[in-house]
């Protein structure tokens, strides 16, 4: 019997031990601006306004013209609503002239800047449509848009306001 007693006031001073050893830890990176308590904590948004709220007026509305990727011409339809970074914002329609095959895709707003938007585009109807596509256009001097999509831009082309 005075085995087992000893053993638990043993254990209950190692369990002690152990509690104060965490305890002191935990106070002690509580102060360390690298700890996870520190990290969780959420600093003052910083982000400039035209970064959140990122479609400018003057990209709002229809857009449409012919772009080519080299080989064949394609009639595009792009329409661009208000809304921020990360939400889908565009719908385009690319269609090639000589086959008629149309695609239809869906954009959402990577990027914006108050001359630039770049999307990443679902393909919302179609066949044969190129998936994970993404597109960017620039406001040109003259009020068009320069449009680029496809892996690298392949597909370029000047958009007019319809």
């Not at 007693?5 to 369990?15: D, H, P, Q, S």
């Not at 008629?100 to 999307?119: K, M, Y």
């Not at 392949?154 to 319809?162: K, N, P, Q, V, Y």
Request: hydrophobic share 40%; glycine share 12%; with cysteine.
């Amino acid at each position: 019997m005075a085995d087992a007693k000893r053993l638990t006031v043993i254990g209950g001073a190692v369990v002690a031990a152990v509690l104060v050893a965490i305890v002191a830890f935990v106070v002690a990176s509580g102060s360390d601006s690298g700890s996870v308590a520190a990290s969780t904590e959420r600093p003052d948004d910083t982000t400039p306004v035209a970064a959140v709220w990122a479609v400018p007026k003057v990209f709002l509305g229809e857009w449409q013209g012919v772009a080519t990727d080299g080989v064949a011409a394609h009639d595009i339809v792009l329409t661009i609503r208000s809304g921020k970074n990360a939400e889908e914002v565009a719908t385009s329609s690319d269609t090639d002239q000589s086959s008629g095959n149309r695609c239809d895709r869906i954009g959402r707003l990577i990027s914006g800047t108050e001359t630039e938007l770049v999307f990443a585009a679902r393909v919302a109807a179609g066949v044969g449509c190129e998936e994970g596509m993404s597109s960017t256009v620039e406001l040109r001097p003259d009020g068009t848009i320069t449009y680029r999509a496809g892996r690298g831009g392949a597909i370029t082309g000047t958009l007019h306001r319809s």
